[in-house]
């Protein structure tokens, strides 16, 4: 499984667009790319996965470069509420096991 | 609500003690996952279970030991513990043997041992 590195901690102000960058060199050809909230004292909660160049859904837009070996998380106009912990993981597809490991994530602090 | 169900919620002992920490996937699911997360630690990769076989390890100590049960349900053993297993243990399902993606976590045993 590709290692992944992030920023250890963001600041943001509400309504603010925060961009959360992950670097993950060795990605391979069947890895896809996926981000995961979370709160304290909570388990981790998917946000958006992708493969190559961009994804939306509801909450976020992932961008990911045509050469792979990075992927940013965009959050429109932040509240406070999404001051949480960002991780993103790099695997899956078929042909890959288990060893599911996070990084250290992404502290997001967003204030008023 | 993820629909992976954990229990205790939490836990106190002390050390030299065993516990047993268990976990529902979610209805469909044939994967589990445990993660442990110290306090400040990012989610430590412990074991995965499909379908009653251990599929892949990390981390995970001498001390504990998991299975995976023919209803689906997982349990994660902890023993002779220590002052340092004080921790959130997390446990996260998916249907296949490989991860497709997401992963669905439940809301945590919190173990504190004294």
């Known amino acids: 499984l590709a290692k992944t590195t992030q920023p250890i901690s963001m600041d943001s102000y509400e309504g603010q667009e925060v961009n959360i960058t992950c670097s993950h060199n060795?990605?391979?050809?069947?890895?896809?790319i996926t981000w995961y909230q979370q709160f304290p004292s909570q388990g981790p909660r998917f946000i958006i996965q992708?493969?190559?160049t961009k994804v939306t859904n509801e909450v976020a837009s992932l961008f990911i470069p045509a050469d792979r070996k990075s992927s940013t998380l965009s959050l429109p106009r932040v509240s406070l509420s999404d001051t949480a912990v960002y991780y993103c993981?790099?695997?899956?597809?078929?042909?890959?096991?288990?060893?599911?490991?996070f990084g250290q994530g992404t502290t997001l602090q967003v204030k008023p | 609500d993820s629909g992976v169900t954990q229990t205790p919620k939490h836990l106190i002992t002390a050390t030299g003690q065993r516990v047993t920490l268990r976990c529902s996937p979610r209805?469909?699911?044939?994967?589990v996952y445990w993660y442990q997360q110290s306090l400040d630690q990012g989610l430590q990769f412990l074991i995965q279970?499909?379908?009653?076989?251990?599929?892949a390890k990390g981390n995970i100590l001498e001390r504990f030991s998991a299975q995976q049960f023919p209803d689906l349900h997982s349990e994660l053993n902890l023993s002779s513990l220590e002052l340092g297993d004080s921790a959130l243990y997390f446990c996260?399902?998916?249907?296949?043997?490989?991860?497709?993606?997401?992963?669905?976590f439940g809301e945590g045993s919190r173990l504190t041992v004294l």
């Open positions: 996260a399902s998916s249907v296949g043997p490989e991860y497709d993606g997401e992963l669905f």
């Open positions: 060795n990605i391979a050809t069947n890895d896809y």
């Open positions: 992708g493969y190559k």
């Open positions: 993981l790099v695997g899956g597809g078929s042909g890959n096991t288990g060893k599911l490991i």
């Open positions: 209805s469909g699911d044939l994967s």
């Open positions: 279970y499909y379908n009653g076989e251990e599929r």
